[in-house]
């Protein structure tokens, strides 16, 4: 014979985790010679709604895609696309240049192009005698 445990309040709490989902948009992270590249996944969003920062090394990139608007006589049978605010962050190496960062928004996807600082190479510093 086998236990079963039966716990009632867990159908209640898949059925909240179901309706508070949180939009996480997928992003794809390249390095090229000369830059990093990310690009997210944005259907939807307005670019004037996204928000792309950088703070200590850390690249921060945020937005709100909104509701569509329903009116009360429409019958809505399933809703899959979530809305409401995202948030992804990024550290990003030494070598990424801050100052440089660009960002597009075309077609629903986020393009940031993060180019690389010139590396400086160790210099021999000659040692005179006194």
Same mark, same amino acid.
């Given at each position: 014979m086998s236990l079963v445990r039966f716990? /009632?309040?867990s159908l209640v709490d898949r059925?909240? %985790?179901d309706n508070h989902r949180t939009w996480v948009p997928a992003v794809d992270i390249f390095e090229e010679k000369e830059r990093f590249i990310v %690009?997210?996944?944005l259907p939807g969003v307005? /670019?004037?709604d996204i928000e792309v920062n950088m703070e200590?090394? !850390?690249l921060t990139v945020s937005g709100e895609r909104s509701n569509e608007e329903r009116s009360e006589f429409e019958g809505v049978s399933r809703i899959e696309r979530i809305s409401g605010r995202f948030l992804r962050r990024f550290t990003l190496p030494e070598t990424a240049d801050a100052d440089a960062i660009k960002a597009k928004c075309r077609n629903g996807i986020l393009e940031i192009s993060i180019p690389k600082q010139a590396v400086v190479q160790p210099r021999r510093?000659? !040692?005179e005698a006194a």
């Open positions: 716990e /009632p309040w059925i909240s %985790r %690009r997210a996944d307005n /670019p004037d200590n090394g !850390v510093i000659t !040692v």
